[in-house]
């Protein structure tokens, strides 16, 4: 069955780290996204990707950053990171015929 | 002000209640609607899909949308202890656009 990986499931790392959390999907969908879940602050857009070599900007972009070189991976990278991105974020993907998502399990990053 | 608000509870209604969760938006450009269903420490599935006004209804649950309103509701009858959830509302402005924006969620718990 298709489906989408999210990889670690658990991180703790320090500030200034640099992180990368990864995102797999076998639904051979174009749409990638990568999202944030805070307490009073739901789900968060942080970049997002239609294709291959395609990334864009999302609500909250500032200090991450996106490569897409195939189309099943979207790896998340959190180049110097800090306590604010302590939080669970998720990987979602869908095929662009409707606005369909499909989520990945999370990734629950604490930074101290 | 919030583009998409939703109340984030908790709720709690006893078993085979009928339940009734809300959002409200701002931005007329909206057509697509969704509910999504998140258990805790599991990334959100897709519950319901609707487009523009009325209603869709699929087993115990029911979606509406007001879009004079401004306001779309998720209705769950005979609830039972596995309704027990958030629930997120989702929405965007042009299909394939991908670009959804969520609610923050309620936090739904159904007591046997």
């Known amino acids: 069955d298709a489906e989408i990986t999210q990889s670690p499931r658990h991180k703790i790392t320090e500030t200034g780290r640099q992180v990368t959390l990864a995102c797999h999907q076998t639904w051979n969908h174009n749409n990638m996204f990568w999202y944030r879940q805070d307490l009073g602050h739901g789900l968060r857009l942080i970049h997002y990707?239609?294709?291959?070599?395609?990334?864009n900007k999302g609500e909250v972009s500032d200090g991450y950053s996106v490569s897409r070189s195939n189309t099943e991976d979207l790896p998340l990278t959190l180049e110097s990171a800090a306590s604010s991105q302590t939080s669970v974020y998720f990987c979602?993907?869908?095929?662009?015929?409707?606005?369909?998502?499909?989520f990945g399990p999370g990734t629950r990053l604490t930074v101290l | 002000q919030k583009e998409v608000e939703q109340d984030p509870g908790p709720l709690s209604v006893p078993e085979g209640a009928i339940v009734s969760l809300n959002c409200t938006y701002s931005?007329?450009?909206?057509?697509?609607f969704m509910w999504y269903r998140q258990y805790s420490r599991k990334g959100p599935e897709l519950l319901m899909y609707?487009?523009?006004?009325g209603n869709k209804e699929d087993g115990r649950f029911t979606a509406q949308v007001d879009k004079s309103s401004k306001y779309i509701s998720l209705f769950i009858r005979d609830s039972q202890p596995s309704d027990s959830a958030t629930y997120l509302c989702?929405?965007?402005?042009?299909?394939?656009?991908?670009?959804?924006?969520f609610g923050q969620g309620t936090r739904l718990t159904i007591n046997p």
């Open positions: 609707t487009y523009s006004s």
């Open positions: 979602a993907s869908s095929d662009g015929g409707t606005d369909t998502q499909y």
């Open positions: 931005n007329s450009a909206f057509q697509y």
């Open positions: 989702a929405m965007s402005g042009v299909q394939g656009a991908q670009k959804l924006v």
């Open positions: 990707s239609y294709g291959v070599q395609d990334t």
